[in-house]
Nanobody, 120 residues
Framework: QVHLVESGGGSVQAGGSLRLSCAAS?????MGWFRQTPGKEREGIAS???????TYADSVKGRFTVSRDGTKNTLYLQMNNLKPEDTAMYYC?????????????????WGQGTQVTVSS
């Protein structure tokens, strides 16, 4: 089974940027990014399908960009203009579907998460 490892989280001030990485131990069909804060439901925020198509949640559209380096089996999430409400644990996930979208139920492999904290 493929393993996913996220990195790049940290603490930044509002308006700052971070770039998250998710390294996969093997090939994945499609991948996505999710986030969760205590007491709230997991939120799908960005996905990249097998054909390179991308989907974003309205909460991050225009600020976050998902990309993938196929040669390194690595998924990235460039986060710009961060806001305090972006504070969460961020997870990457892999799906066997070509275009899984933002529904976490379509993903079968999950990383351990990386914390992002945005201060005002």
């Amino acid at each position: 089974q493929v393993h996913l490892v996220e990195s790049g989280g940290g603490s930044v001030q509002a308006g700052g940027s971070l770039r998250l990485s998710c390294a996969a131990s093997g090939y994945t069909v499609s991948m996505g990014w999710f986030r969760q804060t205590p007491g709230k439901e997991r939120e799908g925020i960005a996905s990249r399908g097998h054909d390179g198509s991308t989907t974003y949640a309205d909460s991050v559209k225009g600020r976050f960009t998902v990309s993938r380096d196929g040669t390194k089996n690595t998924l990235y999430l460039q986060m710009n203009n961060l806001k305090p409400e972006d504070t969460a644990m961020y997870y990457c996930a892999a799906a066997i579907w070509a275009s899984p979208g933002l529904d976490g139920d379509d993903y079968t492999v999950w990383g351990q998460g990386t914390q992002v904290t945005v201060s005002s």
